[in-house]
């Protein structure tokens, strides 16, 4: 395990807080830099690798959005692998290489980790878990409390892109297509809204997608939400 830290995790993650070997990272912070945002996930995504990304991008890109969304600029990353016995090397490198590109797209930090193996035939190749801290303007509040009857649903993209892609890769029904995974960072655009006046909330929809973010809006403001289904941004190669 060793061997697999030093020659895969430290050569694609290498950074000041990870090369110290603490078994903490010290994470510099005034208070008046703003409010702490801090949120975790875990990705157990299969196949491993799709069109478009693989498990590790997908893990940077959902935490680091969970904290846009929220209104906050991603700051720090931990990231916990399960590894299942007999995952190829090769498999293992791309993996982690992805969690880096994306981290350094996104202008985050991976400060801490831990790997841990378990016995083939009880994991799914890699299992990830990633948290975050981001730190937010005091002045910006957002929640899906503070929704009002009269607001309006605003769709930033096409839905259902990544859950169809990863359909497709993985072969089942006879299914085929060239559709590719949308995940991404969605922080440019968040940061871009939190400038607009009237923004009350935001969610990155994953699991469950636009419905279930509809229906959650529903449940905690009391109101009923109406979408219209021919504005519903779809990708033909999604509705067929």
């Known amino acids: ?93 791309r993996v982690v290489a992805a969690v880096a590109a994306a981290a350094r797209e996104i202008g985050v930090v991976v400060v801490a980790g831990d790997t841990k193996v378990v016995r083939r035939g009880e994991g799914g190749g890699i299992y990830l878990n990633t948290s975050g801290i981001g730190v937010k303007d005091p002045a910006l509040e957002l929640g899906i409390g503070r929704v009002r009857a009269g607001d309006v649903v605003l769709v930033s993209g096409p839905v259902g892109d990544h859950g169809i892609a990863v359909m497709l890769a993985r072969e089942q029904f006879g299914l085929r297509g060239d559709l590719r995974s949308d995940a991404a960072s969605v922080l440019p655009l968040a940061r871009a809204l939190c400038r607009l006046r009237g923004l009350r909330f935001m969610r990155d929809p994953t699991r469950g997608g636009l419905a279930t973010v509809a229906h959650e809006i529903a449940r905690a403001s009391g109101h009923s939400l109406a979408l219209e289904q021919n504005a519903v941004p779809l990708r033909p190669e999604v509705v067929s």
């Open 1 to 93: 395990m060793r061997e697999v830290i030093e020659h895969i995790f430290a050569r694609h993650l290498a950074n000041p807080f990870l090369d110290t070997g603490s078994d903490a990272a010290v994470l510099p912070w005034r208070a008046g830099d703003g409010e702490l945002v801090f949120t975790t996930d875990s990705f157990t995504v299969q196949p491993i690798e799709f069109p478009g990304g693989n498990i590790g991008s997908l893990a940077v890109h959902g935490t680091t959005n969970d904290l846009a969304v929220a209104g906050a600029i991603p700051k720090y990353l931990s990231l916990g692998v399960l590894l299942e016995e007999g995952l190829e090397f090769a498999v293992l490198d």
